[in-house]
T-cell receptor, first 111, second 113 residues
Framework: QKEVEQDPGPLSVPEGAIVSLNCTYS??????FMWYRQYSRKGPELLMY????GNKEDGRFTAQVDKSSKYISLFIRDSQPSDSATYLC???????????FGTGTSLTVIP | GAVVSQHPSRVICKSGTSVKIECRSL??????MFWYRQFPKQSLMLMAT?????????EQGVEKDKFLINHASLTLSTLTVTSAHPEDSSFYIC?????????FGPGTRLTVT
């Protein structure tokens, strides 16, 4: 079983839709959770960084962590064509010395 | 499937020495691998694209003579930090491409004293 599971998609939504991206994980010791956005041939850009259960909001983006279910989500409200990219979840142990990445979900927002 | 490993996971070296980091795709062949650098709580910065059998393509601002990349086989790419200095201390992450998807290694934490 992989440490981190993420549905690769592709996911296609109309402009203005609410997008839900999800990852599940198996190691309950993971403490820090991240979401990255990656455009083609670019490095992943850090979108959200959380370290506890609950919600964290930043503009149109909301990151949700449910440690009891080992499940994290990224919600994008009022999605825009510029949100079209691959979204990666990642997590680390308390030491922060090793990253565990999801495989990424490809998102296309159609105008 | 689609596992990427990095070795070593942590390395501490003295200033002026060189350090080699290996990135391996364990169960697939990758003609293209990528090397990233990450500072705490920041985005991964793409350093270079490594293509098997040819010279790496470096991003602007990355010194190719300092960060030597070799992609000698379809499952192995290496990054050598030459004459390392404390400012090179960072987290280095590689990824390997398979069918338009990237699979990331766990990263290597380099500390230069």
């Amino acid at each position: 079983q992989k440490e981190v599971e993420q549905d690769p998609g592709p996911l296609s939504v109309p402009e203005g839709a609410i997008v839900s991206l999800n990852c599940t994980y198996s190691n309950s010791a993971f403490q820090y959770f991240m979401w990255y956005r990656q455009y083609s041939r670019k490095g992943p850009e850090l979108l959200m960084y959380t370290y506890s259960s609950g919600n964290k909001e930043d503009g149109r983006f909301t990151a949700q962590v449910d440690k009891s279910s080992k499940y994290i989500s990224l919600f994008i409200r009022d999605s825009q064509p510029s949100d079209s990219a691959t979204y990666l979840c990642a997590m680390t142990l308390p030491t922060g010395n090793q990253f565990y990445f999801g495989t990424g979900t490809s998102l296309t927002v159609i105008p | 499937g689609a596992v990427v490993s990095q070795h070593p996971s942590r390395v501490i070296c003295k200033s002026g020495t060189s350090v080699k980091i290996e990135c391996r795709s364990l169960d697939f062949q990758a003609t293209t691998m990528f090397w990233y650098r990450q500072f705490p709580k920041q985005s991964l910065m793409l350093m270079a694209t490594s293509n098997e059998g040819s010279k790496a393509t470096y991003e602007q601002g990355v010194e190719k003579d300092k960060f030597l990349i070799n992609h000698a086989s379809l499952t192995l790419s290496t990054l050598t930090v030459t004459s390392a200095h404390p400012e090179d201390s960072s987290f280095y992450i590689c990824s390997a491409e398979r069918v338009n998807e990237q699979y990331f290694g766990p990263g290597t934490r380099l500390t230069v004293t």
